[in-house]
């Protein structure tokens, strides 16, 4: 059985930034439209999120995000969201690349949680920036899956006003 | 206020399946094989394709924003996915009450959140703290 997934390289890295900043293409009220309505299909989303006469009555004065919101699907300021090397095998894929550090040999990789502190809502015209993403920690359990490597990570998105929209504790799990 | 505890919100139910995963994946740039095709799911060590992490996110979300309507905020959320949410299935978000207390201007309401399959199943579980602001 496999001792630990966790190596001197990898522990050395925690608490270390990685990833560039990424910033969103201004939110369009379509793209909320469009989220809203996936995660609440069949019934029809709350009008806060499509009637812009009725989001004008809210607290909001317009229309809002929903909270779980993501500006930066498909597209950013820098272009399409391209396949990259992790994304075209994610089942192994982990911060180690941009860190620049040798990765451990798992080969499935999932999503165990999150830790989300929100801020101000995302808006129509809204441009959202994520700075790097912190490598939080390396952990270790024992799994029905075997030894998994639990790796956790914090990333901050901020809006044009620099005013904090969230931050997020990811959670993944690999083995 | 201790009179709200344990109040249950109204559930939030959703049935787990490809189309539902299809849209989501469609918004949110998911196309994940663990996702898309049961052998990438059985590969993973799951006996099917599963749903995305996310979208359980987002169903916890769901469930307090329709208790809440437009009156009031959610502040932090967290959650441990605790099981693959497989096809075929219901996925039920629910959340209960277990503090309320007054913060500054606002009142804060603590929620146990978590979503389940009709067999009981624990998906994902955690912690919303949401807020509403005191009518002056």
């Known amino acids: 059985m496999m001792e630990t997934w966790i190596s001197d390289e990898m522990r050395s890295a925690i608490g270390r930034e990685f990833g560039t900043v990424i910033r969103s293409l201004p939110i369009c009220a379509s793209d909320i439209r469009k989220w809203a309505l996936a995660i609440y299909w069949p019934k029809p989303p709350p009008k806060l999120f499509w009637d812009e006469a009725y989001a004008a009555t809210t607290q909001h004065r317009g229309i809002v995000a929903p909270e779980e919101f993501n500006p930066f699907a498909w597209f950013t300021a820098d272009g399409p969201v391209l396949p990259r090397e992790s994304s075209q095998n994610p089942l192994r894929s982990g911060p180690e690349g941009a860190l620049k550090i040798s990765a451990p040999d798992t080969h499935v990789a999932l999503n165990g949680g999150r830790e989300i502190v929100h801020g101000v809502r995302m808006r129509p015209g809204d441009v959202i920036t994520q700075g790097p993403t912190k490598l939080v920690d390396y952990r270790e359990r024992s799994t029905r899956h075997g030894l998994t490597l639990i790796t956790v990570t914090e990333s901050t998105w901020t809006n044009q006003s620099e005013e904090t929209v969230r931050v997020t504790r990811g959670t993944s799990l690999r083995y | ?136």
């Open chain 2, 1 to 136: 206020m201790n009179k709200y505890i344990d109040y249950e919100l109204p559930p939030f139910e959703r049935a787990s399946d490809f189309a539902a995963w299809n849209r989501y994946a469609a918004v949110n740039d998911e196309f994940i094989p663990i996702h898309m095709d049961d052998e990438a799911g059985r590969a993973a060590g799951f006996q099917s394709a599963f749903g995305m992490g996310n979208l359980q996110v987002a169903y916890l979300h769901a469930v307090l924003r329709e208790w809440m309507q437009d009156e009031g905020r959610v502040m932090s959320l967290t959650c441990q996915m605790r099981a693959p949410n497989l096809r075929g299935t219901l996925t039920t978000a629910t959340g209960k009450i277990i503090k309320v207390s007054d913060e500054g201007d606002d009142t804060v309401v603590e929620i146990e959140v978590a979503t389940r399959t009709e067999d009981g199943t624990i998906l994902s579980q955690g912690v919303a703290k949401v807020a509403f602001a005191n009518v002056q």
